[in-house]
């Protein structure tokens, strides 16, 4: 007896999340690394990680919508996780800063599109059967987890420089995972906007209207004030003598905190809804950054790291929440994208500012991501005032 399609869509989808996050879980704690182990300065790792920042701000917004109009998600998905993961053979050509900088602009065009587009597939399945987005969601974080340890465990067996090979590596799975993910629902409705509804102005307006844009620019803030800890936390935790094992075991603490969030999500919606999250994340960050740059001992660290549940993991909930509750479906890869491309432009400012600020400050320079968590605070309490709409694919809000 077959498993019934809801099974299938839910563990394709697992299967999908899993294949991005295991590289991702390498790139976001230990790619800096493997630039420093390079000679890279603080001020050229900050550069490096930012180019890729630009590249999603500018191409996210078309990269979605091409999957909102061509209807067909799973195929925009393929597509971009083929490009994406080949780049990461190219980077091994040549380890010179222009070069490395090129590759990782050329991988984010492709890169930017992929959580997006897989975010608005999962949320389809959401509105289709009935399923749990943070599960779905929540075996991303399992594989994240799973690579900050062995990342750890791998860079102190055989060193910085050969970090690399993993994410080639896990991104060749990704690959072969993308091509399992579950038919586009609006293949099965014949809705895809190529086929019956134009994507014009009428249409992108709307997303101008009410207060859509403070909603998306708070939640993207909040992402934002997690650069200093993507960018210099490895970096900062092996100054003050934190070792390579234990900056993975760190990392895989907020990732335990993040997955058993996730994998109550679902509970947790009944009880807050978008807005409640997103001001709940506002706090814990405030409090995260603030406490960072204290020199705490190991035990310290290890408690600010569950915080991420809070300052990451009900930002992502809040916003994923407002997004599927405000927007169509036939439309939703584009408001992914909008929320992307905010995210991606706070964050390459905040990353660029680490760099200087790091380089300037070292741990002090944390406590500017809570001036960031606070201004995304006050414009939550700001949209409080400002109508909230509905965005339609056939163009009428409400």
Not at 182 to 206: F, H, M, S, V, Y
Not at 349 to 375: P, Q, R, V
Request: proline share 3%; with cysteine; hydrophobic share 55%.
């Amino acid at each position: 007896m077959h498993p019934p399609i809801q099974q299938k869509y839910a563990l394709r989808m697992s299967l999908f999340y899993a294949g991005f996050f295991f590289p991702f879980g390498i790139y976001v704690p230990f790619f800096g690394i493997w630039l420093k182990s390079l000679a890279f300065s603080p001020e050229e790792i900050g550069l490096v990680l930012t180019i890729p920042m630009i590249a999603r701000v500018v191409f996210t917004p078309l990269m979605a919508a091409i999957s909102d109009k061509i209807g067909d998600r799973r195929l925009a998905l393929r597509i971009y996780c083929s490009f994406y993961g080949l780049t990461f053979v190219l980077i091994m050509l040549n380890d010179s800063l222009i070069w490395i900088a090129l590759v990782m602009a050329l991988s984010h065009i492709a890169q930017s599109a992929i959580i997006p587009v897989g975010d608005s597939l999962a949320l389809a399945g959401t509105r289709r059967f009935g399923l749990d987005y943070g599960r779905m969601r929540s075996s991303g974080t399992l594989a994240f987890l799973a690579a900050n340890l062995a990342g750890g465990l791998f860079m102190e067996h055989f060193g910085a420089n050969k970090l690399i090979w993993l994410l080639v590596i896990g991104n060749m799975l990704h690959i072969i995972f993308s091509v399992s993910l579950p038919i586009d629902p609006r293949r099965i409705d014949n809705k895809a906007l190529a086929k019956g509804t134009r994507l014009d102005w009428a249409q992108l307006k709307q997303f101008g209207q009410g207060c859509f844009w403070i909603i998306l620019v708070s939640a993207s803030l909040l992402q934002a004030s997690h650069s200093m800890l993507y960018s210099f936390s490895a970096i900062y935790w092996t100054k003050i003598g934190v070792s390579a094992n234990m900056t993975g075991l760190l990392w895989s603490m907020a990732s335990v905190s993040e997955i058993i969030l996730f994998r109550y999500s679902k509970k947790i919606s009944a009880i807050f809804d978008w807005r409640a999250l997103l001001k709940i994340a506002a706090l814990i960050a405030i409090v995260r950054w603030a406490t960072f740059p204290l020199e705490l001992p190991t035990y310290g660290y290890l408690l600010l790291q569950v915080l991420h549940a809070g300052s990451f993991g009900c930002a992502h909930l809040g916003a994923m929440f407002f997004i599927n509750e405000t927007v169509d479906d036939e439309l939703s890869g584009t408001a992914q994208g909008l929320y992307t491309m905010l995210t991606g432009l706070l964050s390459a400012i905040a990353t660029t500012a680490s760099g200087f600020l790091y380089a300037e400050f070292e741990g002090a320079a944390f406590l500017t991501m809570s001036l960031i968590a606070l201004l995304a605070l006050s414009l939550l309490m700001l949209s409080r005032w400002v109508p909230l709409t509905h965005i339609r694919v056939n163009g009428a809000s409400k």
